[in-house]
């Protein structure tokens, strides 16, 4: 499709899966020219996250071949349109899941992009003229001024990137539920999973001056979260005894797990009127039993990434705070072994592919 569509003259040098087998391989594809309202970037690094995984693999059934995944983007704008105010050449910036969006809805129009019911992502996407869109993967991206934000000053590029997307989705429903900087109100807060998510968010929920609890299935995490991510508890979710010396002890939890579970015991862990917010997207129906629902009076939501102002706000509170991922740099020959490794969970916390460090063969520039 966006071989044929017009004004995509821009050949662009990435890394594409053509079947479910997900196998990743170098390929050239098109870009549309540079409009009016775009930003052309030279992108530096991309992180890789488990929905990239998913796409690759066609595991949702809704995955558009070639795919050239990535939607945690950093790097350098080498072209803006004449419409564009917000930046210049040689701005650091970062583009994360959203690529359009209908701008008329009251969503849109509250800057929260990310629910309008026309949103089209920066991959796996159609964009507006019929395109398919292609993410990170890649050497250059053009985008709308909208979907882009400013990376602040003092933070690396490399170890940013991934906020784009597992930053903005661990930010927002902290912000949702007035988390943010409340240093006087400190709040008991739980993180269920300690991976590119959860592991953030333990970082927001210590700059924010809240007490954070780890919950997880692996004891062995205990040391890392306490002494390096500065975790004030841990809680290993398949100690019975552990689970009932906490029940009632927090004020809020993220759910960051996409592995099956269910919400039963970790609701017991909620205070009255406590709430449950869901991040992670297991496949299946997750367990949601009635009685701790109703004995608790607590609440179960769900969130996805968070709208573009939001987005902007969250870099700059990284950048006040220095927070960035924990990251495994990896070179572009290495991404299939680093999808291997993602679908194991044998990484901490976040791959990140050097794309501009290692340039590909002429014959693909
Ligand atoms: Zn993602
Ligand atoms: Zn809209």
Request: proline residues 5%; negative net charge; glycine residues 10%.
């Amino acid at each position: 499709m966006a071989q044929t569509t017009p004004n995509h003259t821009q050949n662009v040098s990435g890394w594409a899966a053509h079947d479910s087998s997900g196998k990743m391989t170098p390929y050239v594809f098109k870009r549309r020219e540079n409009g009016v309202n775009d930003v052309t970037i030279k992108v530096l690094y991309c992180g890789m996250c488990h929905t990239d995984l998913h796409h690759v693999r066609n595991d949702w059934g809704i995955t558009m071949y070639p795919c050239v995944p990535g939607h945690e983007i950093t790097g350098i704008i080498t072209k803006v349109g004449k419409d564009v105010t917000r930046f210049k050449e040689g701005d650091k910036v970062g583009v994360g899941c959203l690529a359009a969006s209908c701008l008329e809805c009251e969503f849109c129009k509250n800057s929260e992009e990310n629910y309008c019911d026309q949103i089209q992502f920066t991959y796996n996407g159609i964009f507006w003229d019929g395109s398919i869109t292609y993410g990170g993967y890649s050497k250059m991206l053009v985008a709308d001024q909208r979907y882009v934000v400013r990376v602040p000053e003092g933070l690396p590029m490399d170890a940013a990137a991934p906020l784009l997307c597992a930053g903005i989705t661990v930010y927002s429903p902290m912000k949702d539920s007035n988390l943010l900087e409340s240093s006087e109100n400190p709040k008991k807060i739980g993180i269920i999973g300690l991976g590119g998510l959860g592991h953030v968010a333990v970082k927001f929920g210590k700059a924010f001056g809240h007490h954070v609890t780890i919950i997880s299935t692996s004891p062995s995490k205990e040391t890392e979260a306490r002494q390096r991510l500065g975790a004030d508890d841990f809680i290993v979710s398949t100690d019975p005894k552990q689970m009932k010396e906490k029940r009632r002890s927090l004020d809020y939890i993220l759910d960051t797990v996409s592995a099956y579970h269910s919400l039963g015991p970790y609701l017991e862990l909620l205070k009255v009127q406590g709430t449950l917010h869901i991040v992670g997207a297991p496949d299946k129906p997750m367990g949601l039993p009635s009685f701790p629902l109703i004995f608790g009076k607590r609440t179960v939501k769900g969130s996805m990434t968070g709208g573009m102002i939001e987005t902007q706000e969250m870099m700059d509170m990284c950048g006040k705070h220095n927070i960035t991922c924990d990251i495994e740099m990896v070179t572009p020959d290495k991404i299939n072994e680093a999808l291997q490794r993602l679908a194991n969970n044998d990484v901490r916390y976040r791959f990140v592919i050097d794309i501009a460090g290692e340039e590909v063969g002429s014959n693909l520039s």
